[in-house]
């Protein structure tokens, strides 16, 4: 079949990952997709300067979402998206991340192959991926670990969610949307088994400006966040790879200040 980004073929839809945030880090076809849009529909964070990759003339619109404020329901977006279509627009869906990492791109697919339009996806480097790196956060390694997984911390609620074998010795734990809930997550994990003293990751902003990596134990991770006001968009890595990052140990430095207080 031949490829979507074949610039004589009219009236369909390339769902495109943007990557973690960075500009530099997205894909050659992705750059390539977003020079052919009349549409780009996009989520809130996508840099500016990706979007500026798009032709002056395409139209631009936002789907942005956040925590319990969509400003378009997801059936909305499919609706929006399907419609242009069927003028003959090339539309870029514009996704954070890789739209198949917790991006709702199977259900866009779904809705764009139930219309019965064509529809390609470019991945893009996901969150975690793209934050760890910047970290120097292995995810996986010989001696820490050899599994990985990716769960979201807010879904479908904590209490709906399987976690168990998923932390622990020689496994990574990835968590994102998790920190609204992180000291929910700390003790469900530490209730599922895993030991409190295990080292954890928060990776905020990760490739943007402004990039935080900071570490400490699972019990601590929610007082953590509260006290370094930790905001959305975060990652949380739950394992033994943490100790070899470079993340700041926020957990040493309250102790440090807290002893110095008490001096």
């Not at 760890?132 to 820490?144: G, K, Q, V, W």
């Not at 030991?195 to 990596?213: F, H, I």
């Not at 699972?218 to 943490?242: K, T, W, Y």
Request: contains cysteine; hydrophobic residues 50%; negative net charge.
């Amino acid at each position: 079949m031949a490829t979507l980004l074949d610039p004589q073929a009219r009236g369909r839809v390339i769902l495109v990952g943007a990557g973690p945030g960075d500009p530099e880090l997205l894909t050659v076809r992705a750059v390539r997709a977003l020079e052919q849009a009349d549409i780009v529909v996009h989520d809130g964070l996508i840099d500016p300067r990706v979007l500026e990759l798009a032709p002056a003339a395409a139209q631009r619109i936002s789907v942005a979402k956040r925590r319990a404020r969509h400003t378009l329901p997801q059936e909305a977006i499919n609706a929006l998206i399907v419609a242009h279509v069927k003028t003959g627009a090339i539309v870029v869906r514009l996704k954070g991340g890789d739209p198949f990492i917790f991006g709702r791109g199977g259900e866009e697919v779904e809705a764009v192959r139930a219309a019965g339009l064509p529809v390609e996806v470019v991945p893009g480097i996901s969150a975690a991926l793209g934050a760890a790196a910047e970290a120097m956060l292995p995810l996986t390694h010989r001696d820490h670990s050899s599994a990985v997984s990716f769960v979201a911390g807010q879904c479908k609620g904590l209490a709906d969610q399987d976690w168990s074998g998923l932390a622990g010795q020689g496994r990574t734990l990835v968590i994102y949307m998790g920190v609204a809930t992180a000291a929910d997550i700390a003790d469900k994990l530490i209730g599922d088994g895993v030991a409190p003293d295990m080292s954890v990751a928060v990776l905020e902003r990760g490739t943007c400006p402004g990039s935080r990596a900071l570490k400490t134990l699972l019990a601590d991770l929610g007082p953590m966040v509260a006290r370094e006001q930790v905001c959305s968009p975060a990652i949380i890595v739950v394992g033994e790879v943490v100790e070899l990052s470079d993340a700041a140990d926020k957990l040493a430095r309250w102790a440090r200040a807290a002893e110095e207080a008490h001096a």
